[in-house]
T-cell receptor, first 111, second 114 residues
Framework: KNQVEQSPQSLIILEGKNCTLQ??????????LRWYKQDTGRGPVSLTI?????NTKSNGRYTATLDADTKQSSLHITASQLSDSASYIC??????????FGTGTRLKVLA | DSGVTQTPKHLITATGQRVTLRCSPR?????VYWYQQSLDQGLQFLIQ???????AKGNILERFSAQQFPDLHSELNLSSLELGDSALYFC?????????????FGPGTRLTVL
């Protein structure tokens, strides 16, 4: 069964600290993996996308990694800011047209 | 602002009723996707259209249907509404059908079924 699991479910950190969010997937055939940021009540916004052959992709203070062998991805946020408070969603594309969404990690950054 | 527009922003209706949600994709995008996000739940992919044709179906109920018109806007029709249909409904668009194409999400329609 195609599944995407994210951990932790929620996370609270202090402003300026780093954090890492995890995404494990059991999906076949794997096409690509994308991380989204979703502010409360708003639509998700794409942060990074990686194909099978890509190990790491950065977008400013966001760095995503992908280990296709272990079927794991992580999103590392450096020097967190209050505006990073949001849900982060891992999405895996299966084949051409199917998308499996994780339930997300809810991040809260405190001043 | 993603360039994707959705109307209405909020919708309150009663069980058993039928509603229509509307989505206009970004200029130049041919693909439209519909998603449902229930309270504290992840996004569920419902259906995808490309240039007027259905391309993929996800967890869409038989009571729900969608279509994409020649001007590329799309409508999601929800009928015989139940309390459990209360959710945020997002529309997204992308330039093509490849999973590598970035999807741009609209602001969503919040549906409340009483």
């Amino acid at each position: 069964k195609n599944q995407v699991e994210q951990s932790p479910q929620s996370l609270i950190i202090l402003e300026g600290k780093n954090c890492t969010l995890q995404c494990n997937y059991t999906v076949s055939p794997f096409s690509n993996l994308r991380w989204y940021k979703q502010d409360t009540g708003r639509g998700p916004v794409s942060l990074t996308i990686m194909t099978f052959s890509e190990n790491t992709k950065s977008n400013g203070r966001y760095t995503a990694t992908l280990d296709a062998d272990t079927k794991q991805s992580s999103l590392h946020i450096t020097a967190s800011q209050l505006s990073d408070s949001a849900s982060y969603i891992c999405v895996v594309s299966v084949g051409t047209y199917k998308y499996i969404f994780g339930t997300g990690t809810r991040l809260k950054v405190l001043a | 602002d993603s360039g994707v527009t959705q109307t209405p922003k909020h919708l309150i209706t009663a069980t058993g009723q039928r509603v229509t949600l509307r989505c206009s994709p970004r200029s130049g995008d041919l693909s439209v996707y519909w998603y449902q996000q229930s309270l504290d739940q992840g996004l569920q992919f419902l259906i995808q259209y490309y240039n007027g044709e259905e391309r993929a179906k996800g967890n869409i109920l038989e009571r729900f249907s969608a279509q994409q018109f020649p001007d590329l806007h799309s409508e999601l029709n929800l009928s015989s509404l139940e309390l459990g249909d209360s959710a945020l409904y997002f529309c997204a668009s992308s330039v093509g059908t490849s999973g590598y194409n970035e999807q741009f999400f609209g602001p969503g329609t919040r549906l409340t079924v009483l």
